[in-house]
């Protein structure tokens, strides 16, 4: 699983390249993020938009899609936002094709 903490307009190219990487996108939320510096935060000063994208991506796939966000988004700049992996089993195993429910 890849947890992706972007500013808002930055939303999409998250999106995009997890499903380049052969994954799929499971949920994104909006919300307020934090500002760059943590004096501020208390009084809700430079506060910006941001969106939360979780996504499913294969191990083999989940580093070189980090990196490309990370390089782009410019992640390691205080208030661009934040980027990990969480390595979890799937049910069906590590090498079984993501299936896709269409509702």
């Keep these: 699983m890849i947890i992706v903490v972007v500013k808002r307009e930055n939303e999409r190219f998250a999106v995009e390249v997890i499903k380049e990487n052969r994954g799929i996108v499971l949920s994104r939320s909006r919300g307020k993020g934090l500002s760059r510096l943590s004096a501020l935060n208390s009084i809700g000063a430079f506060?910006?938009?941001?969106?939360?994208?979780?996504?499913?991506?294969?191990?083999?796939?989940?580093?070189?899609?980090?990196?490309?966000?990370?390089?782009?988004?410019?992640?390691?700049?205080?208030?661009?936002?934040?980027?990990?992996?969480?390595?979890?089993?799937?049910?069906?195993?590590?090498?079984?094709?993501?299936?896709?429910?269409?509702?």
């Design 47 to 103: 506060v910006s938009d941001v969106s939360v994208v979780f996504g499913m991506v294969r191990v083999e796939d989940a580093e070189k899609a980090m990196d490309e966000i990370s390089f782009k988004l410019k992640l390691e700049m205080p208030g661009n936002g934040r980027a990990m992996i969480v390595p979890i089993d799937g049910y069906m195993g590590a090498k079984a094709p993501f299936v896709e429910a269409k509702i």
